[in-house]
T-cell receptor, first 117, second 113 residues
């Protein structure tokens, strides 16, 4: 199988604090992980591509100083929302690339719901 | 530019009726196509995928989808809907190695008893 976990599954924080979300590939190594954001009743929007051992690549309009991504190992990527504000409240989903025969596949984590008060 | 369009925001069908969810894509290379389902507050579950070969693909829970290159479409179908199918459905397209993954806006399915 290919399982991706996220921790925490939900978090509530005060405005101005920072929150770290972990994404782990449990049974495979992922050189590339992705972070998505989903607003209520909307689709997933790719925020950034996280590559192990190098800097993340951010999509246009995503503040890299606001959303810090670290891909410290082949099984772990973290997203830190710095100085969170209520408008950062959202559902954050990560995915990880698993190498396969002839092509790779993406497997999604269960998501983390962030609420900023 | 790469994009995915799901023209139906909401669809309501009666339990036992057939279902078709539409998906059109724009992609500059050979597309890899996916359908995911998301229940409220949950992550994504892969229903089916198309990489190559037979254009009619079978997925889990009795779903199938047909890739039509001439129409740039990848519509999802199910012959008989169950109440438990009520959820939001997302079509997605990615390229080789899935360095970019684009999602449609989603279609929310309601099932009437």
């Amino acid at each position: 199988g290919a399982v991706v976990s996220q921790h925490p599954s939900w978090v509530i924080c005060k405005s101005g604090t920072s929150v770290k979300i972990e994404c782990r590939s449990l049974d495979f190594q992922a050189t590339t992980m992705f972070w998505y954001r989903q607003f209520p009743k909307q689709s997933l929007m790719l925020m950034a591509t996280s590559n192990e051992g190098s800097k993340a690549t951010y999509e246009q309009g995503v503040e890299k100083d606001k959303f810090l991504i670290n891909h410290a190992s082949l099984t772990l990527s973290t997203l830190t929302v710095t100085s969170a504000h209520p408008e950062d409240s959202s559902f954050y989903i990560c995915s990880a690339n698993k190498k396969g025969k002839g092509h790779n596949e993406q497997f999604f984590g269960p998501g983390t719901r962030l609420t900023v008060l | 530019a790469q994009s995915v369009t799901q023209p139906d925001i909401h669809i309501t069908v009666s339990e036992g009726a057939s279902l078709e969810l539409r998906c059109n894509y724009s992609y500059g290379a050979t597309p890899y196509l996916f359908w995911y389902v998301q229940s409220p507050g949950q992550g994504l579950q892969l229903l089916l995928k198309y990489f190559s070969g037979d254009t009619l693909v079978q997925g889990i829970k009795g779903f199938e989808a047909e890739f039509k290159r001439s129409q740039s479409s990848f519509n999802l179908r199910k012959p008989s809907v169950h109440w438990s199918d009520a959820a939001e459905y997302f079509c997605a397209v990615g390229g080789y190695n899935f360095n970019k993954f684009y999602f449609g806006s989603g279609t929310k399915l309601n099932v009437k008893p």
